[in-house]
């Protein structure tokens, strides 16, 4: 079973900055594919960004220039979001999820593995 658990949220005025960090495991020799979503209060979960198997990142319009992805290792087991400039909108509860199957897109249900969410409260 694969075990995904984000860490890292908090309170943060606007303009300010957080890093989220994300760790996967449970199935050793596994390249993760890992994604980030979010979802505030009343809104559907939304895509912010993924890492894939190569460390290539993708990252939704809505943040892109200010969040970066980047890994601590090639089998993305240790995944970090780092959030510059952030905004009251980005208020959400974090998520981090894993695909196994080295792949996935930007539909939640592509992913397999969820971790139980951190909350990120932007104060303006």
């Known amino acids: 079973q694969v075990q995904v658990v984000e860490s890292g949220g908090g309170l943060v005025q606007a303009g300010g900055s957080l890093r989220l960090s994300c760790t996967a495991s449970g199935r050793t020799g596994t390249t993760y594919h890992i994604g980030w979503f979010r979802q505030a209060p009343g809104k559907e979960r939304e895509f912010v960004g993924a890492i894939g198997w190569s460390g290539t990142t993708d990252l939704a319009d809505s943040v892109v220039g200010r969040f970066i992805i980047s890994r601590g290792n090639a089998m993305n087991t240790l995944v970090y979001l780092q959030m510059n400039s952030l905004k009251p909108d980005d208020t959400a509860v974090y998520y981090c999820?894993?695909?196994?199957?080295?792949?996935?897109?930007?539909?939640?249900?592509?992913?397999?593995?969820w971790g139980q969410g951190t909350q990120v409260t932007v104060s303006s």
């Open positions: 999820a894993a695909s196994v199957w080295g792949t996935a897109d930007r539909r939640a249900v592509s992913f397999d593995y």
